[in-house]
């Protein structure tokens, strides 16, 4: 089969094997013969001897714990499943409504059982099936077909795993994943007969599967991957089978994608688990009792291996320009899985090819997290000199940082905190929010808002666990990640702890800040009372940056770039004095876009330009929002001053 384990043979060929118990068989009916024909009224006396299995079947027996009776029900059904007609002749050793445990242990001279226990391992593998019962504690036993096939020597998938699992074809290992150590970790936890999980914390499943199937063959294993959870079958039923697939042909499990939920990969304790296997999901899973577990978090691809990556699953880009194309490794993260997806849309250009990874790693964060547009750039931010020099500190940091921790020393100096996080304080409509717009826009990258309602609970310890669902589908991906109101998450930890509910909102807080410690990515939380943020929080940030309210000139200068984009240049340049009058009223940049949006409607439904006196209403509308209207007189003052300085445009 395409998928088949390059198990090794036991050693016995299965046709001379099956040869032995065929002779045994026939053997021991030909005992039974006697009283069978009628010709006795006494049955044969057989001495139970435990015969010693050959290669396959002692295999088998050996990997299910399978006792002296289930061994001679396996060998049994095996010989019938060949000699048909014998099977009437066992049967009737227990009434002929078939072979049952009862019909093979007199066969054989076992103590008599009537009935295989519950327990049997015969049938928690389901290596036997039991399709009807025989009176009132006998059942009907039946070899299933892959079991069958696999005693004959083939070792094909069993029917009902084919369409969830698929043999792994390894791939190259990154020479920064930790192979050796996770091998030595795996040995040393399978000596004296323990099982091993390795959890593989990371979305990027091909990564995830080369690097298990470079784990793997150092124990001389292949890897067979669990791609899909169950539909129309019984989950507890295909997870027995596959891990009877993974005893049968000796190979290590990988669970990926959706059989990683706990509901496709259940737990049942009636069976043993095949000792290696692997899980690949975004964040690690609980224990498995009596199996030890192992957390490995695989790195992402350096910019080297990004750009090979880029020309082996796209040789086409070999003709790209080179200077382009160090771009698009050096810039944009990607796992192996995003670069392959995006290669098979056979992008023209590196350009092109970082859009398209862009539109494929948008993130699948739910309600968590919502996309914002980035279409601002560094002209549309009126801000202070030392404000603007900060945040393109920022932006060149975000931008050089992959490089930069890919130095060994570097990394060995920052084992935490490797994340960018950067707080942005100041009072309302000062230009926070944009400046995250404009240093995602110039790193060509999207950005996403966190929905603190969606994040914040009620409930202790929930907003620690959404914020983290956040941070682990976010890790990896070209994205930056933006709060609003840090303050509802980062705010100042109690020091006189009174109750359990002090105590448990302090450990929210302390969570919360190792997890944003903890996060590799672009971080920009943007505040309006940076005095409610804890200090602890402010001494994790990277960069704090005051956004002050604007100066006359500064809101002189945001009315004319706001005109001139929303009516042209030259409309603007007309309004140039009533621009300095408005421009004497304290407003905040948010406030005059307002204000300025509100004119733009006001003079569509007039039929003509925005006059002065319009931008004076639309003036007065947006402050009488925060209580600061203009009285009667002087909203026609201003509208008057303007209109005889400069007349109407």
């Not at 082996?312 to 194309?325: G, K, Q, V, Y």
Request: one cysteine or more; charged letters at 20%.
């Amino acid at each position: 089969m395409s998928t088949r384990a390059a198990a090794a043979s036991p050693g016995e060929v299965p046709a001379v094997e099956r040869d032995l118990y065929v002779a045994r068989l026939r053997d021991a009916l030909v005992a039974w013969r006697p009283y069978l024909m009628g010709e006795s009224l006494d049955a044969p006396t057989v001495a139970y001897r435990d015969q010693s299995p050959g290669a396959r079947l002692a295999a088998l027996r050996e990997r299910f714990g399978l006792g002296a009776l289930e061994s001679d029900i396996v060998s049994t059904l095996w010989a019938l499943a060949f000699i048909p007609e014998w099977r009437n002749a066992v049967a009737a050793l227990d009434g002929g409504v078939g072979v049952t445990s009862l019909a093979v242990a007199r066969l054989y001279g076992h103590p008599l059982a009537a009935r295989l226990s519950s327990e049997s391992p015969l049938l928690a593998w389901h290596i036997v099936g039991e399709y009807a019962d025989a009176g009132p504690g006998n059942a009907a036993l039946a070899l299933d077909p892959h079991i069958l096939a696999w005693l004959e020597g083939s070792h094909e998938l069993d029917r009902l795993v084919i369409p969830y699992v698929e043999l792994i074809v390894p791939g190259a290992a990154s020479e920064s994943w930790p192979v050796a150590r996770t091998a030595a970790a795996i040995k040393e936890a399978l000596n004296g007969g323990g099982r091993v999980q390795v959890q593989l914390v990371g979305r990027d499943t091909m990564a995830a599967a080369a690097f298990a199937s470079a784990v793997a063959a150092g124990f001389g294993l292949p890897v067979l991957a669990v791609t899909a959870g169950p539909t129309d079958v019984d989950a507890r039923e295909l997870f027995v089978r596959i891990q009877r697939q993974a005893f049968l042909d000796r190979c290590a499990l990988l669970w990926t994608g959706a059989a990683t939920d706990d509901q496709l990969r259940p737990r049942p304790t009636h069976i043993a688990w095949f000792p290696l296997q692997f899980v690949c999901s975004e964040r690690s899973s609980a224990a498995v009792p009596g199996v030890s577990d192992l957390v490995v978090t695989l790195p992402p691809p350096s910019a080297d291996e990004r750009r090979a990556l880029w020309l082996t699953a796209l040789p086409e880009a070999r003709a790209w320009d080179a200077s382009a194309l160090d771009t698009l490794a050096k810039r944009y993260v990607a796992q192996a899985s995003d670069i392959v997806t995006v290669a098979a849309t056979r992008p023209g250009s590196a350009e092109e090819a970082a859009r398209r990874l862009l539109a494929h790693a948008r993130g699948d964060l739910g309600s968590l997290a919502h996309r914002l547009e980035t279409s601002f750039a560094w002209n549309d931010l009126v801000v202070p000199a030392a404000v603007g020099d900060a945040l393109r500190d920022i932006a060149f940091e975000a931008h050089d940082r992959l490089a930069f921790w890919e130095q060994p020393q570097a990394a060995r100096l920052f084992p935490q905190g490797r994340g960018l996080v950067a707080l942005f304080c100041g009072p309302p409509g000062t230009g926070k929010t944009m400046a995250a717009q404009v240093i995602a826009a110039e790193l060509g990258i999207h950005l996403y808002r966190v929905d603190l309602s969606a994040v914040v609970s009620k409930w202790v310890g929930e907003t620690a666990k959404h914020l983290e669902t956040v941070l682990a589908r976010a890790a990896d991906r070209n994205l930056a990640l933006f709060f609003d109101e840090a303050d509802a998450l980062y705010g100042r930890r109690v020091d006189d702890v009174r109750d359990a509910q002090d105590r448990f909102s302090n450990m929210d807080i302390s969570h919360l800040m190792v997890a944003i410690e903890n996060y590799s990515g672009i971080v920009l939380l943007a505040s309006n009372l940076k005095a409610n943020i804890d200090p602890a929080f402010l001494r994790r940030i990277r960069y704090c940056v005051e956004f002050p309210k604007p100066d006359r000139a500064a809101r002189r200068e945001i009315w004319r770039r706001v005109t001139a984009a929303l009516w042209g240049a030259r409309t603007a340049s007309s309004l140039s004095k009533v621009l300095d009058e408005l421009a004497a009223r304290e407003m905040t940049g948010a406030q005059i876009k307002n204000a300025c949006l509100s004119a733009a409607f006001a003079s569509r439904r007039a039929g003509g330009r925005p006059t002065r006196s319009i931008l004076a209403h639309a003036l007065a509308r947006e402050l009488a929002k925060d209580g600061q209207g203009l009285s009667e007189r002087a909203l026609a003052s201003l509208a008057h001053s303007a209109a005889t300085r400069g007349g109407d445009a």
